[in-house]
């Protein structure tokens, strides 16, 4: 987790620090639906390799975006879900929907 020292100035910038990178907002895409295992991820995420899934989950949890909950079973199952703070990204990424379809809308009536 960063400390507050180390945020940028722009709360722009903070959000973007926290999910600018491509796999992250495609796991959060993914746990908006509902919890997922890593395999599940792995597979929903074509091209992402399993150090970048796991350096990814790692980076959000240790952010406070998402939980990780372990269930003690034989084989062990873990889980991944939005925490609390995570679900405030919800509108973000329905905007950031929202604006990909309508760009795609565009393109096609222009071209």
Known sequence: ????????ECPVA??????GSKWKLLILRNLLERPWRFNEL??????????VLTDSLRSMEEDGLITR???AQVPPRVEYALSEL????????????LFGD??????????
């Open 1 to 8: 987790m960063v400390t507050r020292e180390e945020l940028p």
């Open 14 to 19: 903070t959000t973007v620090q926290l999910i």
């Open 42 to 51: 792995k597979k929903s995420l074509d091209g992402i390799s399993q150090k």
């Open 69 to 71: 909950t372990v269930y």
């Open 86 to 97: 995570g679900e405030q990204m919800r509108p973000i990424l329905d905007a950031m929907q």
């Open 102 to 111: 309508n760009y795609k809308e565009f393109i096609k009536e222009n071209n």
